[in-house]
C-alpha cells in the first residue's frame, strides 16, 4: 500500500508559480507510475500531467503544455508538479496518484480509474 501526502499549493497572483510536492511512503514508490489531477468547483477531476515510473516520459494535458512541468526522484519517494504563469482557471485542488505498473517506460494514465492510489489534495487560488 502506498500513502501520498500533497504539499505546496497556496494563493498566487496570475503570472506567478508554485512548486506541488507529493511524498509518498513505503519502498516502492518506484514500482507506480504517478499522475497529478486537479478538480474545480462544479467540474470532472481533469489530469494535469503524469510521468513513468523511470521519470523519462511523461504525458500533459494539451492546455497546459509549455506552462506545467511533472517530475520525480525516486531516491526521495516524491514527484513534484511546476507551475508557471498560472492563471486564475488554474484555481483547483490539486491531487497526486499512483498507478502501479510493470512496465518503466508506461507514462501514467489519463483516466482517474487507472489509478490505485490518491492523495489529500492541495488547494491551489490563482487570484487575478
Known amino acids: 500500500q502506498v500513502q501520498l501526502v500533497s504539499s505546496g499549493g497556496g494563493l498566487v497572483q496570475a503570472g506567478g508559480s508554485l512548486r506541488l510536492s507529493c511524498a509518498a511512503s513505503g519502498r516502492t514508490f518506484s514500482t507506480y507510475a504517478m499522475g497529478w489531477f486537479r478538480q474545480a468547483p462544479g467540474k470532472e477531476r481533469e489530469l494535469v500531467a503524469s510521468i513513468s515510473r523511470s521519470g523519462y516520459s511523461t504525458r500533459y494535458a494539451d492546455s497546459l503544455k509549455g506552462r506545467f512541468t511533472i517530475s520525480r526522484d525516486n531516491a526521495k519517494n516524491t514527484v513534484y508538479l511546476h507551475m508557471n504563469s498560472l492563471k486564475p482557471e488554474d484555481t483547483a485542488v490539486y491531487y497526486c496518484?499512483?498507478?502501479?505498473?510493470?512496465?518503466?517506460?508506461?507514462?501514467?494514465?489519463?483516466?482517474?480509474?487507472?489509478?490505485?492510489?490518491w492523495g489529500q489534495g492541495t488547494q491551489v487560488t490563482v487570484s487575478s
Open positions: 496518484a499512483a498507478e502501479y505498473t510493470l512496465t518503466a517506460a508506461v507514462v501514467g494514465g489519463s483516466r482517474a480509474n487507472e489509478y490505485d492510489y
